[in-house]
């Protein structure tokens, strides 16, 4: 006896019926929708055994069931038993036999492989989008939390680019092996592409559950990835968006998660961060501090502070980086993280930089008259950056301060070049021509080749602050530090280490042979007449 069903003779034609050769999953439920039958595709499908699926609930085994329910063909998941989510297109048959029960017949179609990332067999973005629409609808009416996590893996394009994509294509596979691990009975876990992945989770009591699943998201990445012969250590950075706070719809969801995953990054990563209101704030408040931001170029209240580069092989300062703090009337100090996209959106970034592009120059000019030749670096934002006139605006200030160029030194970022591959060669030649350096700023943030680096004319390159952060304890970065010394040494190009803050790190990147180190264990940001101290007092590194 099936435990819970009656035996009807519907079922028992199908046990013996043509159906159990069929190559396609086939289920039969009952009216209560227990699995009533379940043909040999399906349960090889399932990993079930037969014993194990008959008469227990389909939500045992499927996902998104509201198509069931609405009786209308669609899509549906099967959660197989070592945890996988399989998308399926399902079709929707109704029996009721002469003197039999009520049945429900579900004919499992393998949905069109674009459904399915085929490296990792994971369901894809595009899948992702119309499973996400579904589950946010479903939450609107259950009011239920939903959080989604967008999981990027740190330095996955480093390890492509270095190691090839042979160990690329298998650290994705067990990336995902192990996020599937994670998969509750409510999750999903989806490929949105390269290195990123979302895990939605549904049904959420509060924010406790949210934290605790992020945090074993994390957890699941602490053991080092055999990749072959080598054992490495990967970690993720998660962006956390929920519905309904952070949005409503499928945009806004995916891309506060976005956002908050890069802050992830942003801020040293193997972290997690939470979408933040203010940064996806309402249209009023952005236009309140581009009104306030405009206000600041007139009023003069933007000023530069400077952190200290040093040359620890010649012992001694060889640069100070200019960095851009804005003293607002109520708020203080605030640093660039917090209005510079405001600016970059608003395009007030183009008179901003100019602001910073001249004030660099006449500091280089003033700290001349006092006998302090030292070369200071501007950052650059791709707004700037793709502007006709750079070279020309450069040209002019050089021109009118009559400063050495080569005391000037321009940061730029990768993704800049990567996404103006076609202008940036001719920008950077204008440039360099000039007789300013050229600074790569965060190198191996890890989104762009590594070819490129010899195409262009660069003097410069920094090694993001996330490298140097765990140096001393996480072996990886200590090999990819090594790797960007060794590379920007062969290309001919002077090495700064960045956020160095221990004696610790300092003395690690001393030995990978970086040129040079700023961080706030020689100094953090100083203002004007700080900077100027320093330079006078400065009596060597050791
Ligand atoms: P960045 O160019 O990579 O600048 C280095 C950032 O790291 C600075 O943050 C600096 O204060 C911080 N930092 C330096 N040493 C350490 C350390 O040892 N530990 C830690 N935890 N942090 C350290 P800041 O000043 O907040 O600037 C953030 C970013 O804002 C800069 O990153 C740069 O991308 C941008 N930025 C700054 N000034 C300008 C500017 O004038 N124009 C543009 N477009 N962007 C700017
Ligand atoms: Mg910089
Ligand atoms: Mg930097």
Same mark, same amino acid.
């Given at each position: 006896?099936?435990?819970?069903? +009656? ?46 699926? *008959? +008469? ?51 004919? *499992? ?17 595009? %899948? ?50 192990? @996020? ?31 934290? /605790? ?57 193997? $972290? ?31 000023? @530069?502070? %400077? ?6 092989? $010649? ?46 120059? @006449? ?7 006092? +006998? ?10 791709? $707004? ?84 140097? %952060? ?33 004696? /610790? ?9 970086? /040129?040079?180190?700023? +961080? ?23």
């Amino acid at each position: 006896m099936r435990r819970g069903i +009656g035996i009807d003779r519907f079922i028992t034609n199908m046990n013996t019926s043509l159906i159990q050769q069929f190559q396609t999953s086939i289920v039969i439920l009952t009216s209560d929708y227990e699995i009533a039958f379940a043909n040999p595709a399906f349960i090889e499908e399932s990993g079930y055994r037969e014993e194990e699926l *008959l +008469g227990k609930k389909v939500n045992d085994f499927f996902m998104e069931l509201g198509s069931i329910s609405e009786n209308r063909n669609g899509e549906i998941f099967i959660k197989t038993k070592s945890g996988e989510v399989t998308p399926k297109w399902m079709e929707i048959n109704h029996f009721s036999p002469a003197n039999d029960n009520h049945y429900i017949g579900l004919i *499992l179609l393998d949905v069109q492989m674009s459904g399915v990332d085929p490296l990792t067999k994971l369901p894809n973005r595009y %899948f992702f989008y119309r499973y996400l629409n579904k589950a946010i609808k479903k939450a609107g009416v259950e009011k239920t939390l939903l959080a989604l996590f967008y999981i990027d893996l740190d330095r996955f394009k480093f390890i492509n680019d270095t190691l090839g994509h042979s160990y690329g294509d298998l650290l994705l596979k067990q990336a995902s092996e192990r @996020l599937k691990r994670c998969v509750g009975t409510k999750n999903l876990v989806a490929r949105m592409g390269g290195d990123e992945f979302i895990y939605l989770a549904e049904d959420l009591r509060d924010e406790t559950d949210v934290d /605790d699943l992020a945090q074993e998201i994390l957890n699941s990445f602490s053991a080092p990835f055999q990749l072959k012969e080598i054992e490495i250590y990967i970690s993720p950075s998660i962006g956390i968006s929920m519905y309904p706070y952070d949005g409503d719809e499928i945009e806004s969801l995916i891309s506060n998660a976005d956002s908050a995953m890069y802050r992830a990054k942003r801020s040293g990563r193997n $972290k997690i961060e939470k979408a933040q209101l203010d940064v996806s704030a309402g249209a009023f408040e952005k236009l309140m501090v581009e009104n306030d931001l405009r206000n600041a170029l007139v009023k003069n209240e933007l000023l @530069l502070y %400077f952190q200290p580069q040093i040359d620890l092989s $010649k012992n001694e300062i060889v640069g100070m980086e200019a960095l851009l703090r804005w003293n607002h009337p109520e708020l203080g100090i605030v640093p660039p993280a917090e209005f510079i996209p405001i600016a970059e959106e608003s395009g007030l970034i183009i008179p901003i930089g100019d602001w910073v592009m001249r004030a660099a120059c @006449l500091k280089i000019k003033a700290w001349m008259k006092e +006998g302090q030749r030292i070369r200071i670096s501007i950052n650059l934002s791709a $707004k700037q950056f793709l502007q006709n006139d750079l070279a020309e605006k450069f040209q002019q200030l050089i021109d009118e301060t009559q400063i050495p160029p080569e005391l000037l030194e321009i940061e730029i970022t990768e993704s800049m070049i990567m996404y103006n591959m076609g202008s940036a060669t001719d920008v950077l030649n204008r440039l360099k021509k000039l007789g300013v350096y050229i600074a790569i700023d965060d190198f191996g943030k890890g989104y762009s080749s590594l070819s490129y680096l010899q195409k262009f004319p660069l003097d410069t390159l920094k090694i993001d602050r996330s490298f140097i %952060f765990d140096i001393d304890s996480n072996p990886s970065s200590k090999a990819l530090t090594q790797a960007i010394s060794n590379l920007g040494h062969a290309l001919d190009m002077k090495v700064i280490a960045e956020g160095v803050e221990t004696s /610790d790190q300092l003395a690690h990147v001393e030995k990978l042979q970086c /040129d040079v180190v700023q +961080g706030y264990y020689f100094s953090i940001p100083l203002t004007e007449d700080e900077a100027i101290q320093f330079l006078i007092n400065f009596k060597g590194a050791k």
